[in-house]
C-alpha cells in the first residue's frame, strides 16, 4: 500500500513540469502543430503558470489518496458499461492515462485531484455500509438491511446503475433491493433507478421509494422545464464531446463525468418533510435532516445511529461546491447551505465516526468529521458575508469577483478548493441573489445584442485585422482572457471569419490549461472544439422520457406552455378538454385554453365550449411528449380518441416547437 501511494506521490510531484515540447511564449503561430484531437502544446507562459500553482500547494499530501482508497473491495480495471445498442456509456480505463502523467496541459491541482477522483470499485465504510465509487458522476451506496439492499442514489443512467448493483452482488451476494433513497433532485442521484428496479415495480409502490418533499416538482423544473438548455449547457460545463486526453477532459472536479444513457425516475412513497424524522426501513434505523434549498430544491441528509455513520448527500463533498452552477440553474443560498451544514455538525457529528458522501471518499474519525463540517459550513458563509462586504463598499460583481480571497486556513484546504464551484463564481451568485443581474451601471441598463455590439467594437478598434492584431499580441503575451474577449467580439461579428475562431481556439485552450476548476477547463476547451468545428448537442429529451412518467400532470402543461410561440399563437385562441386514464388510478381531466398567445390549463370539469376534447391514456401521452409518437399515432391509436374539431387539435400541437439540443454558444 505504501509503494502504491509512494508512486502516487511521485507522480503528482511531476505534474507540474511542461510537455516535452511546449508552445513558446512568443509569435503566435497558426500553422503550431496539433495533437490527434487538433489542440495545441500549453506554451511557456501556461508552463510557468502551473509550475507555479502546483508549487503553492502541498501536493504531496498523502491522506486524501489512503482515505480514498480505504475500504476497497472490489476492482473491475476493465470495465465497459455499454448501452443496448452497444454504444460506450462508460469505462474507466478512459483516464488511465492521468497515471504518472507529466503534463502543463492540466493544472497540478486539478490533476492531482482528477487521480483521486479515478480511484474507482466497491468500498466498504463501514460494517453493513458500502460505496461503489467511479461509475458514474456520483457514488452509489448500499446498506444492508434484513431482507435485501437499501439503495441511496442510483446514479445517473440505468446502464451505469445496473453495473454498479451487479458488483454489489457479485461481491457481498445477490439480494433483492428492498428500499431506495434520493437524497435529492438532481439527475446523478436518481437517474439510475431503473436499473436496480423494474418500472412495474416502481410503478406499483412495491419497493418503498424515499426522497424529500418538493423531489418531483424539482425534478420536473430542472429535467422537464429547462431540461434542453441544461442538457446543451452541460455538455460544456461536463465536456462530454472532449477526448479523454492529457489536452481534453481529464475530471469533473467532484467525480469523473455524468454518464449519458437511459435516464429514469421514480415517485416517492414516502417523503422526508422535517428535520428529525425517524424511519425503520427494512430493519435499519435512520434519521433524516430536511435540508431544502441548499445544494438542491429538495434535499435530504441521514444519519444511522447504530453505525454511527452520517450521509451528506452532495451538502458536504470533496470540493467547494457552486452556489451557480455553470450548467444553468436557480442561483443556491449560501447562508442556508452554511445554516444546514451547522444544524448537521450540531446533530450528528457527536455521534458520526464517518461522514460518507454523495460524491468523493469519506471523512474518517469523529474530530475529522466535526472539523470537516466547520470548514464546509464556513467556506459558503465567509463567501456570502464578504461579497456583501465589497457590495456595499460599492464594489460591482466583476470587481468583487476579482477581488475576493479565502484565508490561508480555508485557500489551503483541499477539500474546499475549486475543483468545482469556484470562488469567484460563488461571490458573482451571492451578488445575484441579493440584487439581481444589473449592476447599476447604466450603460448596463439597455445594452446592444452581443452580435451587433461586436460588429461596432470590430469597427471601433480599426477592422478585422486590427482586432486580430491585437488579440495576437496578448496571444504573446499570455494575456488570454483579453485575447479571448478580443476574438468572441471578431467571431460574433464576423462568424466565418476562420483566422479569428481559430486564434479565439488558441486562447480557450491556453485558458482551459490553466484552470483548476474542472468545469471551467471543460467549458474552454469545448468552446476551443466548438469555434473549429462547430456545434455538438445531445437531444436530452429524447433520452429522458424515463423522468416523465413520475412527473405531474400539470409540470406537462407548464412544460408545453414554454415550447408555443406566443405571437404565432396570439390569434388562435382555443379550448381543449384533456382526460388521461391509468390502470389503476382514476380518471384525470385538464382544461387547457390559449388565448393572447398564452396557455393556461386547470384540473376540472371539462369545459362545455371547448372545441375539441381528448381521452388519452398516460403512457401514450408520455410517447407523445418526449417525441416517440406524433401525428399519424394520435390518428391512428386506440390510445388516444379525439371529439370535436381534431383541425383545431392538430393547430394547437403545430404550434409547439421544439428546442435545439445543439444551439450556438461561441459564435451567433
Request: glycine share 8%; charged share 20%.
Amino acid at each position: 500500500m505504501r509503494l502504491l501511494i509512494s508512486l502516487l506521490i511521485v507522480a503528482i510531484l511531476t505534474a507540474c513540469s511542461a510537455e516535452t515540447e511546449p508552445e513558446a511564449a512568443g509569435a503566435y503561430d497558426p500553422g503550431a502543430p496539433v495533437d490527434a484531437d487538433g489542440f495545441h502544446a500549453p506554451t511557456e507562459a501556461t508552463a510557468r503558470l502551473n509550475a507555479a500553482a502546483g508549487a503553492a500547494l502541498r501536493l504531496d499530501e498523502e491522506k486524501d489518496f489512503r482515505d480514498a482508497l480505504r475500504g476497497r473491495i472490489a476492482h473491475e480495471p476493465d470495465l465497459e458499461i455499454r448501452a443496448a445498442d452497444g454504444s460506450l456509456i462508460w469505462r474507466p480505463a478512459d483516464y488511465a492515462f492521468l497515471d504518472g502523467l507529466e503534463t502543463a496541459s492540466v493544472n497540478p491541482s486539478l490533476l492531482r485531484q482528477a487521480r483521486l477522483n479515478s480511484i474507482h470499485g466497491l468500498f466498504e465504510v463501514t460494517e453493513g455500509v458500502w460505496q461503489v465509487r467511479g461509475y458514474d458522476l456520483a457514488n452509489m451506496s448500499v446498506i444492508e438491511g434484513e431482507t435485501g439492499w437499501i439503495i441511496v442514489d442510483p446514479l445517473t443512467t440505468t446502464e451505469t446503475a445496473s453495473a454498479a448493483l451487479s458488483l454489489v452482488n457479485a461481491t457481498l451476494g445477490e439480494r433483492p433491493v428492498s428500499a431506495i433513497i434520493f437524497t435529492h433532485s438532481h439527475i446523478d442521484h436518481f437517474g439510475g433507478v431503473g436499473g436496480v428496479a423494474p418500472a412495474e415495480v416502481l410503478q406499483g409502490g412495491e419497493i418503498p421509494v424515499i426522497a424529500p418533499a418538493g423531489f418531483s416538482r424539482a425534478v420536473a423544473d430542472e429535467n422537464v422545464l429547462g431540461g434542453q438548455v441544461m442538457g446543451r449547457r452541460a455538455g460544456y460545463m461536463y465536456g462530454m464531446f472532449l477526448p479523454r486526453t492529457p489536452r481534453g477532459h481529464v475530471d469533473a472536479g467532484l467525480g469523473k463525468s455524468p454518464a449519458v444513457g437511459t435516464y429514469t425516475t421514480a415517485r416517492p412513497t414516502l417523503e422526508i418533510t422535517e428535520t428529525g424524522q425517524r424511519l425503520m426501513l427494512d430493519g435499519v434505523e435512520f434519521v433524516f435532516q430536511f435540508a431544502p434549498d441548499t445544494e438542491a430544491p429538495a434535499v435530504l441528509t441521514f444519519h444511522l445511529p447504530a453505525h454511527r455513520v452520517w450521509n451528506s448527500a452532495d451538502n458536504v463533498v470533496r470540493t467547494m461546491h457552486n452556489l451557480y452552477t455553470l450548467r444553468g440553474a436557480k442561483v443556491r443560498d449560501a447562508i442556508a447551505w452554511s445554516d444546514s451544514i451547522e444544524e448537521a455538525r450540531r446533530l450528528f457529528a457527536p455521534d458520526t465516526d464517518i461522514l460518507f458522501m454523495g460524491h468523493g471518499w469519506p471523512v474518517f474519525g469523529q474530530s475529522e468529521v466535526d472539523a470537516y463540517l466547520r470548514r464546509q459550513s464556513d467556506v459558503y458563509r465567509f463567501i456570502h458575508d464578504q461579497t456583501l462586504r465589497l457590495a456595499n463598499q460599492g464594489l460591482t460583481p466583476d470587481e468583487i469577483a476579482e477581488t475576493i480571497a479565502l484565508p490561508d486556513v480555508l485557500a489551503r484546504d483541499f477539500s474546499v478548493r475549486g475543483y468545482y464551484g469556484t470562488l469567484r463564481h460563488n461571490a458573482r451568485a451571492v451578488y445575484q441573489r441579493y440584487f439581481g443581474w444589473f449592476d447599476a451601471v447604466p450603460a448596463r441598463l439597455d445594452p446592444l445584442p452581443r452580435s451587433e455590439a461586436a460588429a461596432l467594437y470590430v469597427q471601433a478598434m480599426g477592422g478585422a485585422d486590427a482586432v486580430l492584431e491585437r488579440s495576437e499580441a496578448a496571444f504573446e503575451t499570455g494575456e488570454h482572457r483579453w485575447g479571448a474577449e478580443l476574438a468572441q467580439h471578431l467571431v460574433f461579428a464576423a462568424p466565418l471569419n476562420t483566422d479569428a475562431r481559430e486564434l479565439l481556439a488558441r486562447h480557450y485552450e491556453q485558458l482551459g490549461y490553466r484552470a483548476e476548476s474542472a468545469p471551467w477547463r471543460d467549458i474552454y476547451l469545448t468552446g476551443a472544439m466548438e469555434a473549429r468545428n462547430g456545434p455538438n448537442g445531445i437531444d436530452i429529451e429524447a433520452r429522458g422520457a424515463g423522468l416523465l412518467s413520475a412527473i405531474p400532470l400539470d409540470l406537462f402543461f407548464a412544460a408545453m406552455a414554454t415550447r408555443i410561440d406566443g405571437l404565432a399563437a396570439a390569434e388562435r385562441d382555443v379550448i381543449l378538454n384533456f382526460t388521461f386514464t391509468e390502470p389503476g388510478a382514476e380518471a384525470e381531466t385538464w382544461v387547457v385554453e390559449l388565448s393572447n398567445g398564452v396557455l393556461r390549463y386547470a384540473q376540472g370539469e371539462p369545459a362545455e365550449n371547448a372545441a375539441a376534447s381528448v381521452d388519452v391514456t398516460r403512457q401514450f401521452w408520455l410517447r407523445l411528449m418526449s417525441r416517440d409518437a406524433g401525428v399519424v399515432d394520435m390518428v391512428t391509436s386506440r390510445d388516444f380518441a379525439v371529439e370535436g374539431d381534431r383541425a383545431a387539435l392538430l393547430g394547437f400541437f403545430a404550434l409547439l416547437e421544439e428546442g435545439d439540443p445543439a444551439f450556438a454558444i461561441v459564435e451567433p
